[in-house]
């Protein structure tokens, strides 16, 4: 998991008009813009951790840690307000392809820059973005089997009480089921979800590399069970990467 904390962002949503907010977990997966005018971030979360309210007004916070000191994490902080419309404003969009109420996935486009001034990503002297800051992404319609060992990551609001910051936790599991309906697709995991990881990578390692497979959504169980153990809900990247390329021109992690 130490491969996709780089690319981990704490995602802050508050609403001006009405005073209410939400928090969860968004993973870089891409760069868009003109690299001359300087690459600007795009963040996968999910749907329900940034949906707005039309003809409402939204700030965003978004915020990196370096865990190379984990007693003390140094942060970087993003702050958009909803509302731009040129071609580099920051925003955010929810997914607009097939069955759009049933993919709980979003995108978020940050500023180029963060509030110290400095670029949102680490760059080289050239402008290119340094190795490693955004989480590759499965190619293709390569689905993840039943079976597959996973782990996911996500900003857990109990932990982050506990250490009076955001404090990301990590969790390991298998793949139970991969559910195929006509234009729809899910993962069912078997392993643990809470509040604040919403939003959060799941990631699947193959040849020592760690590569997006989904986004945590929700935790699922049989509603009159609450002694049964449910599911990790996720929605998969892959029917989403085509959407993604056409719709935001963007270039995402390999």
């Known amino acids: 998991h130490q491969h996709v904390l780089p690319s981990l962002v704490f ?14 977990t968004g993973a870089v997966i891409a760069q868009q813009g003109d690299p001359k005018e300087g690459p600007l971030p795009l963040i996968v979360t999910a749907n329900h951790v940034i949906k707005t309210t039309p003809n409402l007004e939204y700030e965003f916070r978004l915020t990196k840690y370096d865990w190379s000191s984990p007693s003390r994490p140094a942060s970087r902080s993003a702050v958009f307000r909803t509302g731009g419309v040129g071609p580099r404003s920051p925003g955010v969009k929810c997914y607009g392809g097939p069955l ?50 996973v782990g996911w990551t996500g900003y857990a609001a109990l932990a982050s009480e506990i250490a009076q910051r955001p404090t990301p936790c990590y969790f ?83």
């Open 100 to 149: 759009p109420d049933m993919f709980d996935i979003g995108f978020i486009r940050g500023p180029f820059s963060c509030d110290d001034g400095r670029p949102f990503f680490q760059l080289d002297k050239a402008g290119a973005l340094l190795e490693g800051q955004l989480i590759p992404i499965e190619g293709g319609f390569t689905w993840s089997s039943e079976g597959t060992p």
């Open 172 to 254: 390991q599991g298998h793949v139970a089921a991969l559910i195929l309906r006509d234009e729809f697709q899910l993962y069912l995991l078997d392993g643990h979800n809470t509040f604040g990881v919403s939003g959060g990578p799941v990631w699947a390692t193959a040849n020592n590399q760690a590569r997006l497979i989904g986004v945590i959504s929700s935790y699922r169980s049989v509603l009159g069970t609450p002694e049964l153990p449910g599911f990790v809900s996720v929605i998969p990247i892959q029917p989403l990467r085509q959407y993604l390329e056409r719709d935001w021109n963007a270039k995402s992690g390999s």
């Open 11 to 24: 995602v802050e949503r508050h609403c001006l008009s009405t005073g209410e907010s939400a928090s969860g």
